[in-house]
T-cell receptor, first 115, second 112 residues
């Protein structure tokens, strides 16, 4: 079937605005992950969902970041009051299950630019 | 905490050259280890993995052996092609937290 999809592919916003990034995982995948890829920080984990629950939110950089997942499928990452340091590529991945370690399939990413 | 260190790039090679990308990790216990590859304009893809000590992961001519004694998972390929030009990421996974911890990535450029 189709792979992980993310929208938008590119987002340019002004500092202080809120943005929503969407991820559609592979059908049937129960685990969903958000990562951020930036020049200064490399690839860093943000949050993961098992079903609709997020057991680990420790990677979220600040309380401006939040994420939800509904129906065990689509997930939205919201960044409030965006700052320039939020500029990065936001990657979503999904896997069939969370444990034992199975392959995480990555989407193409959303490139966020905060002016 | 867990961390992964890999050699900085870019690594520039000629076609048919031997490629090694060093990767070492810090973690307690026995993490699973992965190499992911990101081709230009594409998303991250799993290249190979090893889940226990002395396991060898292999795919597309690439190999990496999980060395517990040296906490390493070096990636090797005997004869690279132009199509191997990409960014390679070493990563580890542990059940606690269920997240991949990535190295900084190594850009490889193979010239004809």
């Amino acid at each position: 079937g189709a792979g992980v999809s993310q929208s938008p592919s590119n987002k340019v916003t002004e500092k202080g605005k809120d943005v929503e990034l969407r991820c559609d995982p592979i059908s049937g995948h129960t685990a969903l992950y958000w990562y951020r890829q930036s020049l200064g920080q490399g690839l860093e984990f943000l949050i993961y969902f098992q079903g609709n629950s997020a057991p680990d939110k420790s990677g979220l950089p600040s309380d401006r970041f939040s994420a939800e997942r509904t129906g065990g499928s689509v997930s939205t990452l919201t960044i409030q009051r965006t700052q320039q340091e939020d500029s990065a590529v936001y990657l979503c991945a999904s896997s069939l299950d969370a444990s034992p370690p199975v392959e995480q399939f990555f989407g193409p990413g959303t490139r966020l630019t905060v002016l | 905490g867990n961390s992964v260190t890999q050699m900085e790039g870019p690594v520039t090679l000629s076609e048919e050259a031997f490629l090694t990308i060093n990767c070492t990790y810090t973690a307690t216990g026995y993490p699973s280890l992965f190499w992911y590859v990101q081709y230009p304009g594409e998303g991250l893809q799993l290249l190979l993995k090893a889940t226990k000590a002395d396991d060898k992961g292999s795919n597309k001519g690439f190999e990496a052996t999980y060395r517990k004694e040296t906490t390493s998972f070096h990636l090797e390929k005997g004869s690279v092609q132009v199509s191997d030009s990409a960014v390679y990421f070493c990563a580890l996974w542990k059940a606690a937290g269920n997240k991949l911890t990535f190295g900084g990535g190594t850009r490889v450029l193979v010239k004809p």
